[in-house]
């Protein structure tokens, strides 16, 4: 199975509950890139990595092993499962790597299984595991609201052509929000619908970047979690000078990043560009789309 990146297309923190979780308001656009998750039944839950990568657990704190024992537990299955992982997207930048590959195998054992987890069940599941979780479980297009749990899917999205570039640096979601919380920003209003803006705006265009305005983009974008975010990783300022210098028409912060995206009028475009930005290691790029559903 492919367990797709996503970037968040515009993320506003709208509250802070009482247990110290973050409400959002951001629009989730799944990507043609991710990583390839393949299970097959066994006597116990394992874990392969196809490749060891840095950051990435190959035991039991993986998020994908966790996902596994959930629905075990929840299903009341006596097997296991064997999970080859082979991880192309960086951990711990923003892209919902973890999180997709632990939808992946909710998905892939409710197909195994079918009708040992309840579909309700199985979303209670996926939040439980992370707040991008229950978003995975079907990736498509949509405005995800609260604490991950308010999915309304966008029909009709338009494709977006993406150069995603990482700096090499993991950041980790939790020191994000706490530096975040110490810098004392305002809440994002949750009835300005600032995320929805994009939708409109590009439904008018015709899905053509070059038809709106690069400052309204721009405000589209905004990620309320990026000034902390360049604190602690500040090689993010000059990776989105690097992008915007090489031509993307607008560039945003995925998530608590650090991964950053351009955008582009076309694929081949965002091809070029990477190829003349000379975006060497240790900065990850690739060259992506958005896509309308798994």
């Known amino acids: 199975m492919l367990a797709p ?14 247990d110290g979780y973050h409400e959002l308001d951001s629009i989730f656009l799944p990507l043609d890139v991710g990583d390839d998750v393949e299970l097959v039944e066994a006597d116990e839950i394992r874990l392969e990595l196809a490749e060891p990568v840095e950051g990435v657990p190959p035991d039991t704190r993986n998020l994908a092993v966790r996902a596994a024992e959930a629905f075990r537990h929840e299903a009341g299955l006596s097997t296991g499962v064997h999970i080859r992982l082979t991880k192309r997207v960086p951990a ?9 590959d632990a939808a992946a195998v909710l998905r892939g054992l409710d197909a195994l299984h079918p009708g040992a987890v309840a579909p309700e069940r199985l979303r209670s599941l996926a939040l439980g595991l992370g707040a991008d979780v229950p978003w995975f479980l079907d990736p498509r297009p949509a405005r995800v609201r609260g604490v991950g749990e308010r999915i309304e899917s966008l029909e009709g999205f338009p494709g977006l052509a993406l150069l995603l570039a990482n700096p090499g640096i993991p950041l980790a979601t939790a020191e994000v929000y706490r530096a975040t919380d110490a810098l004392g920003h305002a809440l994002t209003s949750p009835d300005a619908g600032s995320t929805l803006r994009p939708l409109a705006a590009l439904r008018e265009a015709g899905g053509r970047l070059e038809r709106v305005d690069p400052g309204e983009i721009a405000r589209w974008v905004a990620n309320d979690l990026e000034a902390a975010a360049t604190r602690l990783c500040p090689p993010i300022a000059r990776l989105r000078a690097r992008l915007l210098e090489a031509g993307a028409r607008v560039v945003g912060l995925s998530g608590s990043g650090p991964t950053l995206y351009g955008l582009f009028p076309d694929r081949a475009a965002a091809a070029r560009t990477a190829e003349a930005a000379g975006l060497e290691a240790p900065i990850w790029f690739r060259v992506a789309e958005t896509r309308a559903a798994l």
């Open 5 to 18: 990146a996503k970037i968040n297309l515009g993320l506003r923190i709208t509250g802070v509950r009482a």
């Open 92 to 100: 711990a930048a923003g892209l919902g790597g973890g999180s997709s």
